[in-house]
Nanobody, 115 residues
Framework: QVQLVESGGGLVQPGGSLRLSCVASGSRFSIYVMGWYRQAPGKQAELVATITSEGTTTYPDSAKGRFTISRDNTKNTVCLQMNSLKSEDTAVYYC?????????WGQGTQVTVSS
């Protein structure tokens, strides 16, 4: 069992930056593929970024060049650095840890991009 706690969300103006963090409980953090997903009101959840235990990352086109996922296996932490934020990035962002799908989910943190 893994518990995930996200933090770092908030209100930011278009073009601004936010850094989300997710801390995982448990002693086997390094074996999990960690990911960030988001869900905007009225829309399906979508992948934002993933990172394997070895540090291999994947991003959808919407996040490439703007978002960076990283992990620190010594601190059971995964972070998402988001730059050049747009209004369409507004959503609840969820942390995910998996060996197999669906894995474990955090409670989510709200990100609102608005002027």
């Amino acid at each position: 069992q893994v518990q995930l706690v996200e933090s770092g969300g908030g209100l930011v103006q278009p073009g601004g930056s936010l850094r989300l963090s997710c801390v995982a409980s448990g002693s086997r953090f390094s074996i999990y593929v960690m990911g960030w997903y988001r869900q905007a009101p009225g829309k399906q959840a979508e992948l934002v970024a993933t990172i394997t235990s070895e540090g291999t990352t994947t991003y959808p086109d919407s996040a490439k060049g703007r978002f960076t996922i990283s992990r620190d296996n010594t601190k059971n932490t995964v972070c998402l650095q988001m730059n050049s934020l747009k209004s369409e990035d507004t959503a609840v962002y969820y942390c995910n840890a998996r060996v197999t799908y669906p894995g474990y989910w955090g409670q989510g943190t709200q990100v609102t991009v608005s002027s």
